[in-house]
């Protein structure tokens, strides 16, 4: 479903990813974790074009989004993204956050959005708030609708950066509980995130960055029971 081969990233003169070689097949959920400025986001937001490679190649589900002429809109939707801040529109309901995209971009009519929204609002636990503003709601809350607003395109890939690390302790469960749901489906996913129990859960494949590096991948099991290299067992050791 997405292929990295050899992805370069440069913001001036900072080199943030290095050579980047990555599959992830079609379903198979996969976990990045590393330490603050590895290039976690740098990476999976090049997996939508929120950033442009310098050099290499991404295949996403057979097209090239790195070709010259790749189609953004395209790409954008179906490779969704659940940001660490919920990036929700404060002006517009929750059900017209869900709406706002389908309708404008995809050309669904309102009527099918609004029954598709109000069906994934169902499924996080939401209904009943496809009225409320955004600042009506918890964090946990608005994560969550974040998470139907990607859901509502129908997308083939959810990326999530870092998607429970803006929450209070007691709401980050809610939105683990429902990315682990979703898991269980047969959406690719890749998940930026130190929550190792989720890790343990649902990944196919995790994926430890160090220094713009995929530095050492392998099972949660390979992680937890038998890290191979130095800095992966120093940086487990500070977030386990
Ligand atoms: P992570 O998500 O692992 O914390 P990032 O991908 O956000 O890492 O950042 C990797 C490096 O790239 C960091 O040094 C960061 O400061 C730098 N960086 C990220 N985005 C930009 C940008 N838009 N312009 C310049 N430097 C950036
Ligand atoms: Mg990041």
Redesign the pocket.
Known sequence: MIKVQGVNKF??P?H?LKDIHLNVDSGEKVVVI??????????IRCMNLLETPSTGQIVVDGVDITAPKAPITKVRESVAMVFQQFNLYPHKTVLENLTLAPTRIKKISRDEASESGLAFLERVGLREKADAYPAQLSGGQQQRVAIARALNMRPTVMLFDEPTSALDPEMIQEVLDVMVDLAKEGITMVV?THEMGFAKQVADQVIF?DGGTILEKGSPEHFFTNPEHDRTKLFLSRIL
């Open positions: 913001f001036g900072l943030v590393g330490p603050s400025g590895s290039g976690k986001s740098t990476l930026v960055m």
